[in-house]
């Protein structure tokens, strides 16, 4: 697609003006930098309110520390991790496009940030993406059966995506219904599969839930909204998987209760979910900072070497406690003096 970019708004090709200063050699203006920032800030706010995130606590995406996305420093966070990944991860990409003269990139850029969502929300809320992926595999199953169809939206199925029943002659053209009360009748046919199962046993969970779904019609639902359902799904699911880990494994056995120790032993980790979360953010900080931190590469070096020996005595169940530091200095190939004492 060519276009003129001097006959276009001025934020219809941000992205495009940005990218290309940076290939022409100079630095982009400060002007042309603060178009393009603040146009990625709209966009991200938008997926992040279409994806249902805005609501969501920022931890979801892997910011941690704040409680809400209106905590201006949360969002900072974020938009400069998307920043990266669409400017500085794919540059060559883009400014390959841009090569052939007039080529629209603003689109592209769009979609990266998409993606870039899309990981970061896979990557840090597991438990959330799989619930979204079962029900929208069970809406899709519907709407190939033709029980569903798609009265407004995305028909690829996104939050605000409107959804009918074909068999309502006039199905309710707002939706935005409370399915909470059906959403916890489902439960004991979903859990804790939903949380535990392999994903080759995913496709069975879909038929289950799509049966639950079919039959709210019967209840008198004539439409509903994709999100109306994952969203009440959501809670409930990490409600269980929540109130699952309050229980120690030893209780379960004493009841005699071999299922559900289990699904303890296989679902519960050695702290809670968001604290193990932010251990390992926080583990991943450290490591990448070390070495900036020190002045002479051999010292970066030892830190890190140090660092790492560290980690892996935490994460050995066997490990009782540190060796002395001789033994460390000894091991790592350290002087003894840099090694801290305890």
């Not at 276009?3 to 290309?20: C, H, L, N, Q, S």
């Not at 940030?113 to 809320?125: A, P």
């Not at 050695?270 to 390992?280: L, M, P």
């Not at 980690?311 to 000894?330: M, N, T």
């Amino acid at each position: 697609m060519r276009y003129d970019v001097r006959a276009m708004p001025e934020d219809a090709v941000a992205f495009t003006v940005y990218v290309r200063g940076l290939g022409s050699g100079d630095e982009p203006s400060p002007a042309v930098f603060e178009a393009a920032w603040n146009k990625l800030r709209r966009v991200l706010i938008s997926e992040l309110r279409k994806r249902a995130l805005w609501s969501a606590p920022p931890s979801y995406l892997g910011i941690y520390g704040h409680g809400r996305w209106s905590e201006s420093e949360a969002l900072e966070e974020l938009l400069l991790d998307c920043f990266e990944a669409v400017f500085v991860h794919r540059l060559t990409a883009l400014e390959a496009l841009l090569a052939d003269e007039g080529r629209e990139i603003d689109p592209l850029c769009v979609r990266n940030v998409r993606y870039f969502l899309h990981e970061r929300q896979k990557r840090n809320d597991p438990l959330g993406f799989r619930v979204f992926g079962v029900v929208r595999g069970a809406i899709r199953r519907l709407l190939a059966s033709a029980t569903l169809e798609v009265l407004d939206g995305d028909p690829r199925v996104r939050n605000s995506t409107l959804l009918g029943f074909s068999s309502c002659a006039e199905p309710d053209a707002a939706g935005g219904i409370d399915l909470t009360e059906h959403v916890e009748g489902w439960l004991d046919d979903l859990l804790p599969e939903l949380v535990t199962a392999q994903p080759a046993r995913l496709p069975e969970l879909e038929e289950t839930l799509g049966r639950h779904l079919a039959g709210i019609a019967q209840a008198g639902v004539k439409a509903f909204r994709f999100k109306d359902v994952v969203g009440p799904l959501k809670s409930a699911v990490q409600a269980w998987r929540d109130a699952v880990w309050e229980v120690e494994a030893g209780v379960a056995v004493d009841d005699g209760d071999r299922e559900c120790a289990s699904i303890i032993r296989q679902v519960r980790p050695g702290t809670a979910y968001e604290e193990r979360q932010f251990f390992d953010k926080l583990v991943e900080c450290v490591s990448q900072a070390l070495p900036r931190t020190v002045k002479t590469k051999k010292t970066g070096a030892q830190l890190l070497k140090y660092w790492n020996f560290l980690r892996c005595q935490v994460a050995d169940d066997r490990a009782q406690e540190l060796p002395s530091r001789r033994k460390i200095a000894e091991l790592l190939d350290i002087q003894r003096y840099r090694i801290a004492s305890r």
